[in-house]
């Protein structure tokens, strides 16, 4: 019999190291760049352990300095990553993170806005495949998962991670959500199609406003629900405005974001993504699961990495049980989370 693990929620997928260039502007003006890591599934992973949920992250990365640091951070904010394995042959992967300046120069991206430059062909995480969870860790972690959390980005990185998924998929009683995490390059000769399928055997189902737009053809909930029927909840996110979570009838829970001074918007659907799968491991009421999203992903905004603090405990359930005017009068900014007349 495997044994059961203390991880409530288990996210799979790659991260990646990151080299971000320590002041904004076009990458032929940095000189110098500072390291870190990123990964949708990682950044959902410290997200939820971060809102105390037990959580573990599967992957597999290169046997290299930046594999061994990458998964040392991440196990740094509370995730357990004793399932990740190291792989002698193939490399880490590798983005580089530009940020834009404001300046004037052709190649700015403009202030608040960034892009992200990909290296990861051969990576050791596009080898994973169904074998994968055939490891006895592996094996662990998920036999013992309330929650599995995948993304659309996996199945995008080989054919062996696209059987994976469907793998993982296929599994039986068991609560798994996917988040849409539309990558245009990655799909690119690859047949897109094949996403609907992923999220309609999915049992949560997150997705972009745009992303639905560009990947399904609509984003009307009605028409999103006839596409993806089986799903137990369809939660959709239209930027800044509001999340709509979209019932199997076709009824609707939509709740506003909250007023946020953006540093950077990088990070923010993995961190709602966190906060909202949070609130339904806790078993919260569909409008706070919302809520807990936008408080998160509002934290995301304000800083200039992937991951940012939320409210203190007290303020967070505060905030959840706010009325619509409370709730719609509070700012968030790089100083914190402002309730009406306590900025």
């Not at 110098?32 to 599967?58: H, M």
């Not at 992303?211 to 996110?237: F, I, N, Q, S, Y």
């Not at 919302?290 to 359930?317: C, F, K, N, W």
Request: with cysteine.
């Amino acid at each position: 019999m495997t044994p059961r693990t203390g991880a409530t929620a288990v996210c799979l997928g790659e991260s990646m190291a990151v080299l971000a260039p320590e002041a904004p502007g076009p990458l032929e003006q940095a000189e110098t760049f500072r390291r870190g890591y990123g990964g949708a599934e990682s950044n959902v992973a410290c997200g939820l352990a971060g809102l105390g949920i037990p959580t573990a992250w599967i992957s597999r990365v290169g046997a290299d300095g930046f594999g061994r640091r990458l998964v040392e951070q991440i196990a740094a904010h509370g995730v357990d990553t004793s399932a990740v394995g190291y792989d002698p042959a193939r490399p880490t992967g590798l983005y580089v993170k530009e940020t834009g300046s404001g300046a004037e120069h052709p190649y700015d991206l403009g202030a608040g806005h960034s892009r992200l430059h990909y290296y990861r062909r051969g990576s050791a995480a596009a080898a994973m495949g169904p074998e994968l969870l055939a490891d006895p860790a592996v094996a662990a972690l998920l036999a013992g998962a309330e929650l599995v959390h995948l993304t659309g980005i996996t199945p995008a990185l080989s054919d062996s991670c696209h059987r994976l998924v469907r793998t993982l998929l296929a599994v039986p009683d068991r609560l798994v959500s996917f988040d849409l995490n539309w990558r245009p390059a990655l799909w690119a000769g690859r047949d897109r199609q094949a996403l609907r399928f992923l999220m309609n055997a999915s049992d949560i189902v997150l997705l972009g406003a745009d992303e639905a737009r560009e990947v399904l053809g609509t984003d009307e909930p009605a028409a999103l629900r006839k596409l993806l029927p089986r799903p137990g909840v369809l939660v959709l996110k239209d930027d800044g405005r509001h999340a709509t979570a979209i019932a199997p009838d076709g009824s609707t829970t939509a709740e506003p974001a909250l007023r946020v001074e953006v540093v950077e918007p990088t990070g923010a659907g993995d961190a709602f993504a966190a906060g909202y799968l949070a609130g339904t491991l806790r078993g919260l009421p569909e409008p706070q699961r919302l809520r807990l999203g936008h408080l998160s992903a509002a934290a995301a905004l304000t800083t200039r990495g992937d991951l940012g603090p939320v409210p203190p405990a007290a303020l967070t359930e505060r905030l959840l049980a706010a009325d619509e005017a409370d709730w719609a009068a509070v700012t968030v900014d790089a100083d914190g989370c402002h309730p009406a007349g306590r900025r």
